[in-house]
């Protein structure tokens, strides 16, 4: 047998190898790849969320999950509202200027809403991620002060929050409750994780 017949054959066995090699490697890399785009319950997980708040009585809230956090619906009452310019001076960050949780431009002000009835927000504590409990019912109650106006108060550490979600002055929470990006669609149905009319 002639070296030329043995070259031949030799790269005829190089190139079958590196073809199954190639074929193989393919096998193996098109599922891996695969696994860098998002499942559909992951992108459900950061999709925006519709609630209907028609059957929300005033003094109620409404908890929904968006983005795998609690979010907060609270329907305000008159008298829970007009407690706000009680807290405006013992709040930490009245006008929500605070940059780390930054208040959409359509809830900085007072009742930190669209709608004053209706405050929205993300439910964990801005120190170290516990979610705080109700602490709706005004006057004295363990671990609050005696003239308290109705809100929240985090168990972890003793952070308390008004009914707009702003925390008091020299707590260890160092910011607001976070407002989520959200609008109306109607006059009861809010979308929460869009705030941006298509």
Sequence with gaps: MSDAAVDRGRRTWIAITCGAGAVG?????VPFVSTFTPSERAKAAGAPVRVDVGALQPGEKLTVEWRGKPVWIVRRTPEQLASLKKTDPQVAD??????QYPTPAYAKNEHRSIKPEYFVAVGICSH?????????????????????????????????????????KNKPAPDNLEVPPH?????????????KQA
């Design 25 to 29: 490697g393919a096998a193996v890399a």
């Design 128 to 168: 170290l991620g516990c979610s705080p409990s109700d602490k709706f019912q005004p006057g004295a109650q363990p671990s609050l002060p005696d003239d308290w106006t109705g809100g929240f108060l985090c168990p972890c550490h003793g952070s308390t929050f008004d009914i707009a979600g702003r925390v008091f």
């Design 94 to 99: 009245p006008k929500s200027d605070r940059t």
């Design 183 to 195: 609008m109306y669609v109607s006059d009861t149905v809010l979308v929460i994780g869009d705030d």
